[in-house]
């Protein structure tokens, strides 16, 4: 049986997280499934978590592809909460230690394909964005944020060098409700051509479902979630697609494992001191040119991955992100 895509760089994934019969697995971003398919053909009891409530009444409607839903199967459990939960859901369940824990960060290809979704400028819709459909959605920012607000968020998040540029023409814009309204407007602001190899308005959407979904922050908790609850020999996988995301799990696995280079003697080393709660971080793997053939999606994604040790988890205050 088959979930109903493909993941991204999932023999990779599979090679790093080395599933055996009985192995207790967290599938952080379950989505439609796919990691958690492969991983309960591999024998692993697999613990799968999604805050879009979609995602699990999908796999709740497909009885075929989810047999381990039926009956007393006891090897698939759905978590419909946020990733960064993690520990206090696992407790709940009266599970104190994992053997692996895999993340594929960002937005789903069904989210992305679902138009009243509002994550894709290509598909118009209304200006949602909301992972978890609840709180403050994309529309609700453009519309009240002040235009030094949007600006940062653009920035920091779109790393959009014409920041103030864009947010002064949302604001003089407003009210924008749809997603091919904004793009209209970015692209009018940045003095988009159709013939560019990219899409200005690119940078703006993911600026700000990054925003409205507190993405960064989750991508934080989970990693230290993960530090928590793998055993010794436990590996971490995590699948990011844009530079924000890789360098705080690139920083984040340097810094826990107190593998990074060693700094100027003149600058004073900002390495941890303790005992590496994660062994060296294995090298980052791409997708080969194969594999973007099949799946365009995948051009931009990394894996990184690392093995717990012995030591304890580190507090919360001494976890490095950036």
């Not at 819709?125 to 235009?147: I, Q, Y």
């Not at 998040?157 to 407003?174: C, F, L, M, N, P």
């Not at 690139?250 to 100027?264: I, M, T």
Request: aromatic residues 4%; hydrophobic residues 45%.
């Amino acid at each position: 049986m088959t979930a109903p895509h493909t993941p991204v760089l999932l023999e990779e994934v599979l090679a790093a997280l080395s599933p055996r019969v009985g192995d207790v697995i967290i599938d952080a971003t379950f989505g439609a499934g796919g990691y958690t398919r492969a991983l309960l053909d591999a024998g692993a009891i697999v613990h799968g978590f999604d805050r879009d409530p979609t995602a699990i009444e999908a796999v709740h409607r497909n009885a075929v592809a989810w047999p381990e839903l039926a009956g007393d199967d006891p090897r698939l459990i759905l978590h419909p909460r946020r990733f960064s939960e993690m520990t206090d859901a696992m407790a709940a369940a009266g599970v104190s230690r994992v053997d692996g824990v895999v993340m594929d960060i960002g937005v789903s290809s069904m989210q992305l394909d679902q138009a009243e979704r509002g994550f894709a400028f290509s598909l118009d819709g209304p200006l949602d964005m909301r992972m978890s459909r609840e709180g403050e959605s994309a529309a609700d920012f453009v519309n009240t944020a002040d235009e030094g607000a949007i600006a940062d968020v653009l920035y920091q998040y779109g790393e959009e060098r014409q920041s103030r540029r864009v947010a002064r023409a949302i604001v003089a814009a407003r009210p924008l409700e749809t997603t091919g309204q904004l793009a209209q407007v970015v692209r009018k602001a940045l003095g988009y051509k159709p013939h560019m190899p990219k899409d200005p308005a690119t940078r703006s959407f993911q600026a700000i479902r990054i925003h409205v979904n507190g993405e960064l922050d989750e991508l934080a908790a989970g990693l230290g979630a993960a530090e928590d609850l793998l055993r010794e020999g436990g590996r971490l996988a995590v699948v990011t697609f844009h530079s924000l995301e890789d360098r705080m799990v690139k920083r984040f696995l340097r810094d826990a494992s107190n593998s990074g280079a060693a700094p100027s003697r003149h600058l004073p080393d900002q390495r941890s001191s303790g005992q590496a709660a994660f062994e060296k971080p294995m090298r980052a793997v791409r997708a080969t040119d194969a594999e973007i053939a099949r799946n365009p999606r995948s051009r931009s994604a990394v894996l990184r991955a690392a093995v717990r040790t012995s030591a304890s988890a580190r507090p919360e205050s001494e976890r490095v992100f950036a």
